[in-house]
């Protein structure tokens, strides 16, 4: 079992950044892919970023890609997603996940195990 806690979204102007911490207890977080996803009202859940166990490795969705950074610090349980030039369409609730999955399923919602509450981002034009 894992558990999830993430923390570090609030409200932001346009261009301004927000890093998100995910901290992993239980089993260790190592052991894991860990992944970003968000959803915004009225939207499905949308694949953000997913760091590799080692952290050797980084996957981003498009509409992200060159704004967000994700890592990983194994020696502390901990993954960020360094969110730089946030736009509105940014406004969601990002959720921080760990799965035992292939990486070629990362993009998929569904094949992560556990998932943090949630924090609100949003962002003001």
């Known amino acids: 079992q894992v558990q999830l806690v993430e923390s570090g979204g609030g409200l932001v102007q346009a261009g301004g950044s927000l890093k998100l911490s995910c901290a992993a207890s239980?089993?260790?977080?190592?052991?894991?892919?860990m992944g970003w996803f968000r959803r915004a009202p009225g939207k499905e859940r949308e694949f953000v970023a997913a760091?590799?166990?080692?952290?050797?490795?980084?996957y981003y969705a498009d509409s992200v890609k060159g704004r967000f950074t994700i890592s990983r610090d194994n020696a502390k349980n901990m993954v960020y997603l360094q969110m730089n030039s946030l736009k509105p369409e940014d406004t969601a609730v990002y959720y921080c996940?760990?799965?035992?999955?292939?990486?070629?399923?990362?993009?998929?919602?569904?094949?992560?195990?556990?998932w943090g509450q949630g924090t609100q981002v949003t962002v003001s034009s």
């Open positions: 760091i590799s166990r080692s952290g050797g490795s980084t």
């Open positions: 996940n760990a799965g035992q999955l292939p990486l070629a399923t990362m993009r998929d919602p569904d094949r992560y195990d556990y």
């Open positions: 239980g089993r260790t977080a190592s052991s894991y892919i």
